[in-house]
């Protein structure tokens, strides 16, 4: 079945450990995006692609980063994790007609230590 | 400014009964507005979509009504089952290929 998957489903790092989130589809959408989701709040959006193109929301900040190098592969790049960053970062795509539905993975738990 | 909320947290249901959860959004421009289904450990699932050019719209046991004129969004969900038991997420469109999540409610049904 066409999908979004995430990897790791967990991941565990260091203060000031650089990591990777990954992230890929196989519906071959256009769009692709990164939020990120503390526990019970809404998810928060950090940054999307359309195609090749990089758009970064002003309140994310410069520790995070963002690749994709294909349609199917977008990673997540955290430079600096602080404690603060421990929270479920959630990849999702849509199609590139606008107003559309997002399909999500389910998604990384990523904890700081 | 741009904002898509919640009026309540936790709602609670017996099984069998209608839910109803409601989202408040203070944007008019939004023209694309999605209700999101989430379960403990898991992404969130689309449930149902209205565009702005309707006020209702049904699926299999869950309706979508919009009201634009005081920007309100709700969900039912019709017989609301065990399985209804997860954190429902409003969203809407923001500008092309962008969409905002409102806080979200915890639906719990109870048996």
């Known amino acids: 079945d066409a999908m979004v998957i995430q990897n790791p489903r967990y991941q565990v790092t260091q203060f000031g450990k650089p990591v990777t989130l990954s992230c890929s589809q196989t519906l071959n959408h256009n769009v692709m995006y990164w939020y990120q989701q503390k526990s019970s709040q809404a998810p928060k959006l950090l940054f999307h692609y359309y195609d090749k193109d990089f758009n970064n929301e002003a309140d994310t900040p410069d520790n995070f980063q963002s690749r994709r190098p294909n349609t199917s592969f977008c990673f997540l790049d955290i430079r600096s994790p602080g404690l603060g960053d421990a929270a479920m970062y959630l990849c999702a795509t849509s199609t590139m007609g606008g107003g559309e539905k997002l399909f999500f993975g389910s998604g990384t738990q990523l904890s700081v230590l | 400014g741009e904002n898509v909320g919640l009026h309540l947290p936790t709602l609670s249901v017996q099984e069998g009964d209608n839910s109803i959860i409601n989202c408040a959004y203070s944007n008019s421009a939004s023209d694309y507005f999605i209700w999101y289904k989430q379960e403990s450990g898991k992404g969130p699932q689309f449930i149902i979509d209205?565009?702005?050019?309707?006020d209702k719209r049904q699926g299999q046991r869950v309706t979508v009504l919009l009201n634009k004129t005081v920007k309100h969004l709700s969900l039912q969900i019709a017989a609301t089952q065990p399985g209804d038991s997860a954190v429902y997420f409003c969203?809407?469109?923001?500008?092309?290929?962008?969409?905002?999540f409102g806080t979200g409610t915890r639906l719990k049904v109870l048996a």
């Open positions: 969203s809407r469109s923001s500008g092309t290929y962008k969409y905002i």
């Open positions: 209205i565009r702005s050019n309707m």
